[in-house]
């Protein structure tokens, strides 16, 4: 009797499978089906697209693949130390952040939360400014690092622990991991559901794109680097109340 194919390496499941129909007859391979069980039978095959956690897969009796959308129970199962995200219905996952990005993301806040969520140091409040927050929009889910909103669009918070209101503004603080994601997929996503700002912030090499979006389309309407002053208009949409760039940068 042939080994069952729920056991061995995660590579070799489905070769195995298929070389089991290649060498036998019909009726060993019949006999072969009802010793593993009849029907379908389903592997989490730890299968890895472009470097992310595995979304799930079912394989029927016959060894064919069949692609399952991950589900909201598929990204609450994922470990804690990770951040999860439903990209087109593709279950991503990424370590939290490394200690140079968490810095940066933690600045920025602040330079950002202080004048325009809390109204402090001259700023014009009138904003929601949050880290990390858990975004569904449509079938899509995602976990920029920063998001804002006006708060004439969304006066108040949500009762359940996400977002559905597109924020107004989403900044993602870029990692080798992650920046593919953030640059092509996520990107369009916001586009779609009508984000009017984006930030990609660097820390690696020091800068900071804005993009806005017009028409539709993301339109580059400043980059900075290094020490670069974020003030002057249209790096909107803060301009109000100015602070030095390298502030991310420092440790």
Not at 22 to 45: H, I, P, Y
Not at 115 to 130: A, C, S
């Amino acid at each position: 009797m042939l080994a069952n194919p729920y056991c061995g390496s995660n590579r070799t499941t489905l070769a195995f499978i298929l070389a089991v129909k290649q060498r036998q007859g019909k009726g060993e391979w019949n006999r072969q089906k009802r010793s593993w069980g009849a029907g379908l039978f389903v592997l989490s095959l730890a299968l890895r697209y472009d470097g992310t956690e595995p979304f799930s897969r079912e394989v029927d009796i016959m060894g064919e693949p069949v692609l399952k959308t991950a589900t909201y129970q598929d990204l609450l199962a994922v470990p804690s130390n990770r951040v999860a995200e439903i990209l087109n219905g593709r279950l991503v996952t990424q370590p939290r952040p490394a200690p140079k990005h968490a810095c940066s993301s933690s600045v920025l806040d602040r330079k950002i939360g202080s004048p325009f969520h809390d109204g402090d140091n001259g700023g014009p409040g009138g904003w929601i400014i949050l880290v990390e927050p858990e975004l569904h929009l449509g079938r899509q889910i995602c976990v920029p690092d920063l998001a804002g909103w006006r708060r004439e669009n969304m006066p108040s918070l949500p009762e359940t622990a996400w977002f559905e209101t597109p924020p107004d503004w989403i900044c993602e603080v870029l990692s080798p991991s992650a920046a593919r994601y953030d640059r092509n997929e996520k990107r369009e996503i916001y586009a779609d559901f009508g984000v009017s700002h984006l930030w990609f912030v660097d820390p690696d090499i020091q800068t900071l794109e804005a993009f806005e979006l017009r028409d539709k389309e993301w339109v580059l309407i400043a980059t900075l680097c290094e020490d670069a002053e974020v003030a002057v208009a249209p790096f909107a949409p803060f301009a109000a109340v100015p602070f030095g760039l390298g502030a991310l940068w420092a440790v």
